[in-house]
């Protein structure tokens, strides 16, 4: 696993007068949910034996899903929901609740390692930079 790529968050979203809380017991058998085909939070819901009932292809489309109340929550990464809802015409109260911290990062094989065992070093020290937390050497 490369160092962290970018933060990440995954989260309920539900609209604000749905009852239903993920901290309840009933909420996996009763609560409609979705996520998007191919993601580890559909992965996730499916493994945990949530109730999923769409899966739609992408963040989008489980905003429409959410906000036409064909689903009663949606998991999903924070940075991108958050983006569609500030770009959202119809605005719908919306609640958030985080299920869990789920920092990005690349995942190299260990045949690829070990044939080039200095890259995840060398791939480490430029994600540091790319996300400002090293200072560039200097020439």
Request: aromatic letters at 10%.
């Amino acid at each position: 696993m490369s160092g962290i790529i970018a933060e990440q968050k995954w989260q309920w979203f539900m609209l604000k007068n749905n009852a239903l809380s993920p901290d309840h017991a009933q909420f996996k058998s009763r609560a409609t949910v979705a996520g998007f085909i191919g993601s580890n939070m559909l992965y996730w819901l499916g493994q945990n034996k949530f109730n999923v009932t769409s899966r739609p292809l992408d963040t989008q489309g489980l905003y429409k899903l959410l906000i036409r109340k064909r689903v009663d929550a949606v998991l999903a990464n924070n940075y991108v929901m958050a983006k569609i809802l500030q770009d959202a015409t119809a605005r719908q109260p919306i609640k958030i609740i985080t299920v869990k911290d789920k920092p990005l990062a690349v995942y190299f094989s260990n045949s690829f390692i070990s044939k080039h065992p200095k890259f995840l070093d060398a791939f480490n020290r430029h994600v540091s930079l790319c996300r400002g937390q090293l200072t560039p050497p200097d020439n």
